[in-house]
Structures are given as structure tokens and as C-alpha cells.
């Protein structure tokens, strides 16, 4: 939407990925809360990542596992201390707790020795000279607990997700996240979100999407309520309105046709349309009603109404499809869109009022 999509940087970016796929991408999080320093949570949460690597879009290291470099993660900080010696140490030292894995599943025995990891990692950060280093502030990015009151342990898990750009691809990913999220059996006290840009920008789309569609009924309720007190004829305000609802079935038609995306800009369109075609039809009416009082007949009343107003609103319309058409040539595809669907619209209101319209003005006539 904000890139022309054969400039150099779409270009790469499309190259990027096609030889290098998923290693990277936009960052989205799960955040998990609650009694997150249980052993056999961690057990859950290793199986959970396991399973997170056969979804689509998720960006995979080299081993086929979820990408997880420079970044940490419940399971990836308390396998770093225990492979640390010196650094079990210097946690025993400050807190006088020992962490020891005597099953050998890579996993701290008690939760009391994870509380004192990430309450370590959240004060000192952790690092291993040569090998990794990771300081306070980076490790809270990842954890966050209450320290007065000693509990309430929240952990971040951060993965990358390629093909965002494509709002449907975004809806995919988070069906399958959300599905695997149902599936997967954490215990009762730790609560799980799904958060990040790629789905708050999707919330925030959708909500703009949503609400102009919700719009649209109560804009034509009360355009046809003006029409009805301007016009003070029931037939003449359902003539009048019908055309106008025509224009915005006609145009998001063909912007599925097309193929248009919708955005925070061309959700806009059905709405404008909507004014659009109410200031054309109304115009057009109003000349047929002072037409017919002079006119023989009903045809001659049409013939008159198109060849007064009817040019007038060609004349209008021609000029404005040239000046939004001309926005069609802006580099930023989200204007370019915006301006060729625009002029596409005002040609259908265009059509509506000198086509649709005066063929029921006159079937509704009485002379």
C-alpha cells in the first residue's frame, strides 16, 4: 500500500525472501502469564515450539526450528544457566538457591530455582564470556515479574512471520497460531495471548473496514430521509435512491473484480459514493419534476432533463474523473488506488443518474 511495487526496495524485499524464506520477519509475541516457572510447564511450552515450526509463515533457523537468534525465551534462558557453571554459582551465591537438572531433561528440577533465574537475569542480565551476552534491558524485554509482592511471572515468546503484507496470509497464520494455541494443553493457571503489529494492524483494518460497512446503511437511511423531505414524494425519494444504492454494489464489485485491496483509505469509498451519487440523482430528478410540468409528455420530459442537467453533471463529471485519474500516477500505491477508484465511481454515479435513473423517473410518472 505505501510502496510502488516494482521500485527497487518491493523488488529486493521479493528477492529476500524468495531465496532466503522465513528466517526472518515482522515479529509478533506470545505472552504467557501466570505460574510459568513449573518445570512441566516448560515441557509444554518446548512441545509448543516444536509444533509452532510446522505452521506456514513462521520464520525457521537453519534446523528447521522456530528462528529464535538474539532473542530469549523461558526455555532458552534456564538451558543457557544450566550449561553456565559459574553462573548457577553466582545464582546461589546471591539468592541461596541451587539449580540443578538431576533428570537430565534440560530443565531446572524445582520452580523456586526458575523464579531465581529470571529474578537473576531481570537484575544482572545473564551472559557467558565469549559465547552470549544478553544485559538487563534486553532480558526485560522478555520477562517481567512483580517484585514486590514476588510473583506474577510473565514471559515473552517472540517469532517472525514472513508474508504479512498480504492481509489474508496475516489471517491464516493467526487462525493457525489461535487453533494450536486451543490445542496445546498449558496448565490452568498460566493465560496465553497472541499479540504484535502484524494482527493489531489487521484488528485495527478490519475495525476501520467494519465500521465504514456498518456506516453505509445508516449514511443511505438518511440520504434517503433528505431526499424524501426535498423531494416531498415517496416514489420520487425510492426512484431517486435506488440508483444511488446500485453504485456502491457496482463498485465493490469491481474492486473484487480487480482485485482492490482494502485499506484505511479505500474503505472510504463506498461512503463517498454514496455523496456523490445523491448530489448527481438528486439534481437530475429535480430537473425531470420541473420538466414534466411544461413538457407533452414523459419522454420529451427526460429528453429535456438530460440535455439541460444532464449535460451540466457530464461536463462535472469529466472534469473530476480527469483530476482523480490524474492521482492514479502517484508512486504511493495507497493514493494511486484511491484516485482510480474514485473516477471509476463518479463514472458510475454518472451512469446511474443519466441511465438507471431517468428509466424508473419514467415508469414512476404518472403523465
Not at 156 to 169: Q, Y
Not at 301 to 328: E, K
Amino acid at each position: 500500500d505505501f510502496f510502488d511495487n516494482e521500485s527497487d526496495f518491493v523488488v529486493s524485499l521479493d528477492q529476500f525472501e524468495e531465496y532466503d524464506p522465513g528466517v526472518r520477519g515482522e515479529p509478533a509475541q506470545f505472552i504467557f502469564e501466570g505460574e510459568i516457572t513449573d518445570p512441566k510447564f516448560i515441557m509444554t511450552f518446548n512441545k509448543f515450539t516444536k509444533d509452532l515450526s510446522k505452521i506456514n509463515f513462521i520464520g525457521l533457523n537453519e534446523n528447521g526450528e522456530i528462528n529464535q537468534s538474539d532473542v530469549l525465551n523461558i526455555s532458552k534462558i534456564t538451558s543457557l544457566v544450566l550449561k553456565n557453571e559459574p553462573l548457577k554459582e553466582e545464582i546461589f551465591r546471591k539468592s541461596g538457591v541451587k539449580i540443578t537438572d538431576l533428570n537430565n531433561d534440560n530443565i531446572p528440577d524445582e520452580s523456586d530455582q526458575i523464579k531465581e533465574i529470571i529474578k537473576y537475569g531481570f537484575d544482572n542480565g545473564i551472559e557467558s564470556k565469549g559465547q552470549y551476552s544478553f544485559d538487563p534491558l534486553w532480558f526485560q524485554r522478555y520477562f517481567w515479574y512483580d517484585q514486590d509482592k514476588d510473583n506474577d511471572f510473565t514471559s515473552i515468546l517472540m517469532i517472525f512471520l514472513s508474508g504479512t503484507r498480504t492481509e489474508d496470509d496475516v489471517s491464516e497464520v493467526r487462525k493457525d497460531l489461535n487453533k494450536l494455541i486451543e490445542e496445546t494443553d498449558f496448565p490452568k493457571n498460566v493465560t496465553l495471548g497472541l499479540t504484535g503489529s502484524p494482527f493489531s494492524r489487521s484488528d485495527q483494518l478490519n475495525a476501520t473496514t467494519n465500521s465504514m460497512r456498518r456506516s453505509i446503511p445508516f449514511a443511505f437511511i438518511g440520504s434517503f430521509l433528505i431526499i424524501l423531505i426535498a423531494l416531498r414524494s415517496f416514489r420520487y425519494a425510492i426512484a431517486t435512491i435506488i440508483p444511488i444504492a446500485l453504485v456502491v454494489i457496482w463498485l465493490y464489485g469491481i474492486m473484487y473484480l480487480f482485485d482492490f485491496s482494502l485499506n484505511y483509505v479505500t474503505a472510504t469509498i463506498g461512503a463517498i459514493s454514496l455523496g456523490v451519487g445523491v448530489d448527481f440523482a438528486i439534481h437530475m430528478t429535480m430537473r425531470f419534476r420541473e420538466e414534466l410540468k411544461s413538457a407533452s409528455d414523459k419522454l420529451s420530459a427526460l429528453y429535456n432533463s438530460i440535455n439541460g442537467t444532464g449535460l451540466a453533471l457530464l461536463g462535472s463529471a469529466i472534469s473530476s474523473t480527469i483530476g482523480f485519474l490524474i492521482m492514479g500516477f502517484a508512486p504511493m500505491p495507497l493514493f494511486s488506488t484511491f484516485g482510480i477508484l474514485t473516477a471509476v465511481m463518479i463514472c458510475l454515479a454518472l451512469i446511474a443518474s443519466l441511465v438507471t435513473l431517468p428509466s424508473l423517473l419514467y415508469l414512476i410518472s404518472k403523465k
